[in-house]
C-alpha cells in the first residue's frame, strides 16, 4: 500500500507570492494533519480536517489555510510568501480523528526568496 | 513555558545500554501521547503511543505516562547505533490539537 503522499517534494517561491501544497493521505484514513518544522524545532501544528471538515487550527496566520477534499486528500495554501515562512511542511494521516496511529509523509521542502 | 518540554540533548549511550527520554507537558487535557522518532533529513515515524496511565511495552521500547504528574517518557533497552536519532515527544487534545516537543537527539555509540 502507498503511504502518504505528499507534493511537491522541493519548492522556491518568492516573497509575496502564493504555493499550494498537496497530501495523498493513506488509503482508509481520513484525517489529515498539516505541519511546519524548521530546522531544530518541532513539527508545529497548523490544521487537521477530517471528514472533509476543520476540526483544529493551531496559532498561524490567516495567510495559511487548507481543505480536504471528498477523497480525503488535501491542500495547504500559503498566501503573500514570507522569508520566515521557509521550511519543510509535513503532512500526516490517521484512521481516527484522536491522531491514533498517525504516518507522516516525506514533506514538501519550502523556500521562499 | 513550552506546551511540551523534552531536554533537547545531545543524550549519548554506549550500545546495549538502556536510554532515557523524558517529556512533560502542561495541558491537562491532553488524551492522547506519542513518541516519534525522526532521523536526519527524513519525517517523523511514530514509535509507541499511550492513552493511559502505566507502562506500555512494545519490543525494546516502553512508554510511561503518569497524567497526574503530566510526564511520559520512553526507554529503549538494548540500544543500538540504528537508534540514534531525534526522539519527538506529541501530544493531541480533544480540541483538535497536536503538540510536538523541540525534540531529544539520541546517540548511541559502538
Known amino acids: 500500500d502507498a503511504g502518504v503522499t505528499q507534493s511537491p517534494t522541493h519548492l522556491i517561491k518568492t516573497r509575496g507570492q502564493h504555493v499550494t501544497l498537496r497530501c495523498s493521505p493513506i488509503s482508509g484514513h481520513k484525517s489529515v494533519s498539516w505541519y511546519q518544522q524548521v530546522l531544530g524545532q518541532g513539527p508545529q501544528f497548523i490544521f487537521q480536517y477530517y471528514e472533509k471538515e476543520e476540526r483544529g487550527r493551531g496559532n498561524f496566520p490567516d495567510r495559511f489555510s487548507a481543505r480536504q477534499f471528498p477523497n480525503y486528500s488535501s491542500e495547504l495554501n500559503v498566501n503573500a510568501l514570507l522569508l520566515g515562512d521557509s521550511a519543510l511542511y509535513l503532512c500526516?494521516?490517521?484512521?481516527?480523528?484522536?491522531?491514533?496511529?498517525?504516518?507522516f509523509g516525506q514533506g514538501t521542502r519550502l523556500t521562499v526568496v | 513555558q513550552k506546551e511540551v518540554e523534552q531536554n533537547s540533548g545531545p543524550l549519548s549511550v554506549p550500545e546495549g545500554a538502556i536510554a532515557s527520554l523524558n517529556c512533560t507537558y502542561s495541558?491537562?487535557?491532553?488524551?492522547?501521547f506519542f513518541w516519534y522518532r525522526q532521523y536526519s533529513g527524513k519525517s517523523p515515524e511514530l514509535i509507541m503511543s499511550i492513552y493511559s496511565n502505566g507502562d506500555k511495552e512494545d519490543g525494546r521500547f516502553t512508554a510511561q505516562l503518569n497524567k497526574a504528574s503530566q510526564y511520559v517518557s520512553l526507554l529503549i533497552r538494548d540500544s543500538q547505533p540504528s537508534d540514534s536519532a531525534t526522539y519527538l515527544c506529541a501530544l493531541y487534545t480533544n480540541a483538535g490539537k497536536s503538540t510536538f516537543g523541540d525534540g531529544t537527539t539520541l546517540t548511541v555509540k559502538p
Open positions: 495541558d491537562r487535557v491532553s488524551q492522547s
Open positions: 500526516a494521516s490517521s484512521f481516527t480523528l484522536m491522531n491514533t496511529e498517525a504516518f
